[in-house]
């Protein structure tokens, strides 16, 4: 079974479009997140919700929205998409505290091209 | 800014050889420092350190930190092709969940 799981993993599609991401963990975990990974494979925060609630929001265009329907989803809708979007979106969930009990678990990403 | 750096970027090595992999900190507040593997997909979790001084091990790999120097190494001994891989470093501010990362270490292990 695989604990935290992203569709699709492959996503090529043309500037302007709109497109979603979905992510569902069943590690029963309360809080789940959204990385980026650029092209020098640097990972960088974009989300985080806590049992529905969103507690980190960076600095990301508000073309990017999180939704998280219950604790288990968490899936992001990205607009008028442009080539800098290209990267691999990782999702990643924690049960209690990162780095004090544990750290996260990832998902296997979601590579997108925009073309 | 919280802020993260790995050291080397990258690192070609012959099966057999040990390897060091340095990550150093600014973190506000720190609590702990993470590392993971990355092979061609999901990271996956090595170690967490939060106590400075007591080196965790894990097999052939072991990691320790230093809170004066503000830094962390994680050695790798007697290394085989399948430690091929992109080694992340993450830091973590108290009271909070997010992990701020470093460009990572990419490492080559050849025969």
């Known amino acids: 079974d695989t604990a935290v799981s992203q569709t699709p993993k492959y996503l090529v599609t043309q500037m302007g479009n709109d497109k979603s991401i979905k992510c569902e963990q069943n590690l029963g975990h309360d809080t789940m997140y959204w990385y980026k990974q650029d092209s020098k494979k640097f990972l960088k925060i974009m989300f985080s919700?806590?049992?529905?609630?969103?507690?980190i929001n960076e600095t990301v265009p508000n073309r990017f929205s999180p939704k998280s329907p219950d604790k288990a989803h968490l899936n992001l809708h990205i607009n008028s998409l442009e080539l800098g979007d290209s990267a691999v979106y990782f999702c990643a969930s924690s049960q209690g505290t990162p780095g004090l009990n544990y750290g996260y678990t990832f998902g296997s990403g979601t590579r997108l091209t925009v073309v | 800014e919280d802020k993260v750096v790995q050291s080397p970027l990258s690192l070609v090595v012959h099966e057999g050889d040990t390897v060091t992999l340095n990550c150093s900190y600014e973190v506000t507040n720190f609590r702990s420092l993470l590392w993971y593997k990355q092979e061609k997909k999901a990271p996956t979790f090595l170690f967490m350190l939060?106590?400075?001084?007591i080196e965790k091990k894990s097999g052939r790999l072991s990691s320790i930190l230093d809170k004066k120097e503000l830094s962390s190494i994680l050695n790798i001994t007697a290394t085989q092709t399948g430690d091929s891989a992109i080694y992340l470093c993450a830091a973590v501010r108290g009271g909070g969940n997010k992990l701020t990362f470093g460009t990572g270490t990419q490492l080559k292990v050849e025969l």
């Open positions: 919700y806590n049992n529905k609630e969103l507690i």
């Open positions: 939060t106590s400075s001084g």
